[in-house]
C-alpha cells in the first residue's frame, strides 16, 4: 500500500490557482536547475535525463483514493519536489488523470526542457501550463538558477516559443524576481522582449515570501513590483496573497496530511489553515503535536513563522 502523502499532497492554497491538490512526479531535489529561491532547498541531483522516477501506478492509485474522498479541488497540479517534465510518463501520467477525473490538469514547470519535442508533445496534454522565465541573458540565468551545464536560457526561450505555436491553452508565465539581480529597468527591458517570443496568456511576477534554498533571497519592494508590472504590459500581474482565497468547508485532517504539504514547502498556519480547509484550533494542534515529536520545525522570516519539516 502507498503511504499516505507519498505523492498527492495538498489541497494547497495557491496565488494562482485557488485550491490546487498537487500530484508530486519527481523526487526532491531532482531538477534541471539549483535555483537560489527554490522552495524545496538544494538540487541534490541536478540532471537533464528524463526517466520514470516515481512508480506511475502508485501514484495514480493515491490520487484516485484522494479524490474518492470528495476532494473538490481547482485544479490538480502536476509538480514535483524536483522538475516535474524530467518524469519521462508526463504524458501518460495527464492521460490516465484525465481518464477518471473532470478536473483541469495544470502542470507547473521550470520550462528548462521545452526544446525537447517529447516534452512539447506531453506538456501538451495539460488543460494549464505555467512555466518559469526569469532572466534575459545567461550570466543572470546562472546567477539565480545555476543550471546543469547543457541547459542555454536560449535553449529555453526558443523551446518555449516552440511550445507556444503548437499549444492551444493557456500559458501563464511565471517571472520571479530577486531585487538587484534581475530588476534593473534594463534588464526588465530585455526580459520583455523575450516574453514577446513565449506569447504567454499571462505574465505573473512572483517573489520570495517563504525560506528559500539560499538563505537570504532580496525581495523588490511593494513599489518595485507594481513599476516593474506597470512595464510588462496589461498582461502582467503581481501574484495575490493566498489570504484572499474564500474559507473550505472541508473535513477533519490527520498529521500525515499536514506533512505531506510540508515536505513540499514551508508553510504558515494560515497557508496550512486555508488549504487543508480547517480552522486555526484544529491545525494548530495537529502542529504542536508534530513540533513536540520533532516531526517538524518553525522558522520565522521577515517576522513570519513557518513551518517545515525537521529533515
Known sequence: MTQAGRYVFGPVASRRLGRSLGVDIAPAKVCTLDCVYCEVGRTTLRTADRGPYVPMEEVLAELESRLREGIQPDYITITGSGEPTLNSQLGQIIDRIKAFSTVPVALITNGTLFHRPDVRNEAAKADLVMPTLDAADQSTFEAIHRPHPDITIEDVVEGLAAFRAQYRGPIWLEVFLVAGVNTSAEHIQRLKALIARVRPDKVQLNTAVRPTADAHVPRPTAAQLQAIAAEMGPDCEIIADVSSLPASTGTAIKP????????????TMDDLCTGLGVTRDQA????????RTRQIVSEVRDGVTFYRTAS
Open 284 to 291: 494548530a494542534s495537529h502542529v504542536n503535536a508534530l513540533v
Open 256 to 267: 500525515h496530511d499536514l506533512l505531506a504539504l510540508l515536505r513540499r514547502r514551508p508553510c
